[in-house]
């Protein structure tokens, strides 16, 4: 990996700046304060995302700023890569907001967290690392703050030798031995749960054999029944044999009894048709003898010839009764006419004056006019009295009229009710003619009768004593049907008892072949934790110890040749103890770390940092990041002979880029290229050296 170029919008003390890095060593030089660490935050910002703890938003953001951005090109294996990360200030903190990548010219929308994948794959970190998303090998192998890296050394044992096993990728080793306890602790609680499981198995198995003694016992038992079962059948065969021919002979009896039921239920019917008939036939004699003398010297007038008659008056009362009706009309009109002229006569003696002319009406005038209204009155009297007397002719003659047509219809109705009588004779002599000829047939069915209910009787009574026999065998036959349900229902009851041992037979066996598959996994699960305790955890601590050893080796190694290099002093030594802690001895004496001069913490720290960046580009083969390393104020407290050999430092390190962050002017003699750094109205820029 190699760094080209970043550009800081709104970042800490920048408002807008593009910095250029160069292939070689460089330097950001610039008075403390003045935004060199800045640059190199934001570079781990542009790669990483913010961090908790570490490197939060409210730290990068400008102060007053809504919105800034850091837009990092860089470059792996020959891939130009550009990524951009977005800060934006929210009501109550400060958050990433969506950026992109670009790889060879491929853009793609990203969020932070999909864009830290994507970096961690590109520097080549393994699939854990990147699934748990740290940033460990960049952070130990490419920029840690040197005050950071102090606190490391003087820090806990446990958790720097922790987070240097996760760095250098052997804490696996440690989780590995930490599952297999797990395992263990699983097996060992399986193994318990199969040990209750499988306690009562020889007890099963006792029981098994006692439920199979007595299904052989059953089996006896019913065995025995089997004859006597035989002989019930045998038996029961014969009377049922002898069963069918009585029940036969029986059925024929149920039928001749039927039959003659049903002969003297026919022949008491007939019987009593008979009777009822003697009995219709002298009523019908009777009323015949009787309607006769009835209509005897009664008028024969012809019925037509009175229907006629009737006819002929109703249409005079018809004439009669228009007649009267406009006579009446015409008197009404006539009264009606002559009320008019009364009114007239009336009025023409009150009115002085014409109504049309407005002439003076005078008494003479009034007098023609009374008179001419009376004779009238005189003429409309006359004419109402002739009507009267007509109408007196034709209402008499109308009640003649009526009076003659009541008698007539009064011949009709006798005349109807004689011709009804003779029309009953003539009935009543056909049903008698009917009634004796049907009584003839009848008694000839009933003498037929009388002889088939004697013949019937003959055969019932041949068959009297068969029913009683048919009692006596079917009595046997049913003493016997319950002796073989008895034998029936015993062997059912063995039958049941041994299915229901059966079946608890097929449940024990399940049982103990379950236990049996327990007690095999059991065994299994005892040799699997044998080999988990017994070898495989002391294999994983033997493998961990030898990389740790040969880890530990190089490391110790390298860190005594980085110290001795920027430290010519023979009476002070460093090197590391099993624990990767560093150990200072002056004049053969150990001494603790914060004993030491600044310069000297230095020194130790960065030959620390550097003998392990060593280690691990060695230990990771896969990691993108071998050609960089960026190193913050690691002159911190250096005297002038310290600072000389710097030079010395970077000759050895022979990497492409390396980036140091520095306000020791001196630095500038030993390095390939400067960034200068200054701030001004606290904005920060970059000036071309």
Request: hydrophobic share 35%; proline share 1%.
């Amino acid at each position: 990996m190699l760094i080209k170029s970043i550009k800081l919008e709104n970042i800490r003390s920048y408002n807008f700046q593009e910095i250029e890095f160069p292939i070689g060593s460089v330097l950001l030089s610039g008075d403390i304060g003045s935004g060199k660490s800045t640059i190199l935050s934001s570079i781990e910002f542009a790669l990483f995302g913010i961090k908790r703890g570490d490197l939060s938003g409210s730290a990068l953001l400008k102060h007053g700023k809504k919105e800034g951005s850091v837009e990092l090109n860089f470059e792996i294996d020959g891939k130009e890569i550009i990524i951009k990360r977005n800060l934006k200030r929210g009501k109550d903190d400060i958050k990433q907001d969506t950026g992109h990548i670009i790889i060879d010219g491929l853009k793609k929308e990203a969020t932070a967290v999909e864009l830290k994948s994507i970096v961690l794959e590109l520097l080549g970190f393994s699939h854990e690392l990147v699934s748990k998303g740290k940033d460990l090998v960049y952070r130990y192998t490419i920029y840690t703050p040197q005050e950071q890296m102090k606190e490391i050394l003087n820090g806990e044992t446990e958790t720097r030798l922790d987070t240097l096993r996760r760095v250098f990728g052997i804490d696996k080793y440690k989780r590995v031995r930490e599952n297999a306890l797990i395992i263990s602790k699983f097996l060992r609680e399986k193994i318990k749960l199969y040990q209750g499981q499988t306690e009562d198995l020889e007890q099963k198995q006792d029981l098994k054999k006692q439920r199979k003694d007595e299904i052989s016992l059953i089996e006896e038992n019913i065995k025995k029944l089997l004859p006597r079962l035989e002989s019930s059948k045998e038996r029961l065969n014969s009377k049922r044999s002898e069963i069918l021919n009585i029940e036969k002979n029986i059925q024929e009896l149920n039928k001749l009894k039927k039959e003659l039921s049903v002969n003297e239920t026919t022949f008491h019917y007939k019987e009593s048709n008979q009777k009822r008939n003697l009995n219709e036939i002298q009523m019908l004699e009777k009323d015949i003898s009787k309607i006769s003398e009835e209509v005897k010297d009664k008028s024969s007038l012809d019925l037509d010839t009175l229907k006629k008659d009737i006819s002929q008056r109703n249409e005079k009362i018809l004439s009669a009764e228009k007649q009267i009706n406009e006579i009446n009309r015409s008197t009404s009109f006539l009264e009606a006419k002559k009320q008019g002229s009364d009114e007239l006569k009336e009025k023409i003696k009150k009115i002085s004056q014409c109504p049309t002319c407005l002439q003076e009406v005078k008494d003479e005038h009034k007098m023609m006019i009374s008179i001419r209204e009376d004779e009238i009155i005189d003429e409309i009297e006359k004419n109402i009295k002739e009507n009267n007397s007509k109408k007196g002719s034709l209402e008499d003659e109308l009640r003649l009229l009526k009076e003659g047509l009541e008698k007539v219809r009064k011949k009709e109705s006798e005349l109807s009710v004689i011709k009804i009588k003779l029309i009953n004779i003539e009935e009543k002599n056909k049903n008698l003619d009917r009634l004796k000829k049907e009584n003839i047939e009848i008694k000839d069915q009933l003498t037929e009768l009388d002889g088939k209910i004697k013949e019937i009787n003959g055969k019932v009574e041949d068959l009297k004593d068969i029913e009683q026999t048919y009692i006596q065998i079917k009595k046997e036959y049913n003493s016997i049907v319950l002796e073989e349900r008895k034998i029936e229902i015993n062997k059912a009851e063995l039958t049941s008892e041994k299915e229901t041992i059966s079946k608890m037979m097929v449940i024990l066996e399940e049982e103990i072949d379950k236990k049996l598959l327990v007690k095999e996994r059991l065994i299994g699960l005892k040799e699997k934790d044998n080999w988990i305790n017994k070898h495989f955890v002391n294999l994983v601590a033997t493998i961990e110890k030898h990389v740790m050893i040969k880890i530990h080796q190089e490391f110790n190694d390298l860190f005594k040749d980085w110290f001795n290099v920027m430290i010519e002093d023979e009476a002070l030594n460093a090197r590391l103890d099993d624990s990767f802690t560093p150990l200072v001895e002056q004049d053969g004496y150990e001494t603790e770390f914060m004993n030491l001069s600044g310069g000297e913490r230095t020194s130790l720290a960065l030959a620390y940092r550097l003998s392990l960046n060593k280690v691990i580009n060695d230990l990771i083969t896969n990691i993108k990041m071998r050609d960089l390393i960026i190193l913050d104020e690691p002159t911190d407290g250096f005297s002038t002979e310290q600072l000389d050999r710097v030079k010395v430092v970077l000759d050895q390190l022979n990497l492409k880029q390396v980036i140091i962050v520095s306000h020791e002017s001196k630095i500038e003699g030993f390095v390939d290229n400067i960034i200068k750094i200054v701030k001004e109205d606290n904005i920060s820029k970059v000036i071309t050296v």
